[in-house]
Nanobody
Framework: VQLQASGGGLVQAGGSLRLSCAAS?????MGWFRQAPGKEREFVAA????????YYADSVKGRFTISRDNAKSTVYLQMNSLKPEDTAVYYC?????????????????WGQGTLVTVSS
């Protein structure tokens, strides 16, 4: 499975970005994680293969939306109302689980990461 994340960049606080992750392969649960400078990687959001179930970290709930287009084998993370504390490298990941998982160790494949920088 190859994962390719894209869409990162520099944005002002309050702005928006949409990350994309191209994911070939079978029916995976897809997740987004992020790692800020000097911090551990943390869970952001996840979505089941059907798209019927999603889950968000409290820190992004109401601002970020995860979605997927299986016809295009792509998962998206729409990020609105961005804050400086959202600055991080964002990673997409795929899990062979069939239910939502939030733990890094439950994800089997990882993309290379895309940097999001939010200026104040």
């Amino acid at each position: 499975v190859q994962l390719q994340a894209s869409g990162g960049g520099l944005v002002q606080a309050g702005g928006s970005l949409r990350l994309s992750c191209a994911a070939s392969g079978r029916r995976y649960v897809m997740g987004w994680f992020r790692q800020a400078p000097g911090k551990e990687r943390e869970f952001v959001a996840a979505i089941t293969w059907s798209g019927g179930n999603t889950y968000y970290a409290d820190s992004v709930k109401g601002r970020f939306t995860i979605s997927r287009d299986n016809a295009k084998s792509t998962v998206y993370l729409q990020m609105n109302s961005l804050k400086p504390e959202d600055t991080a490298v964002y990673y997409c990941a795929a899990s062979r689980m069939v239910i939502i998982v939030k733990v890094e160790s439950e994800y089997d494949y990882w993309g290379q990461g895309t940097l999001v920088t939010v200026s104040s």
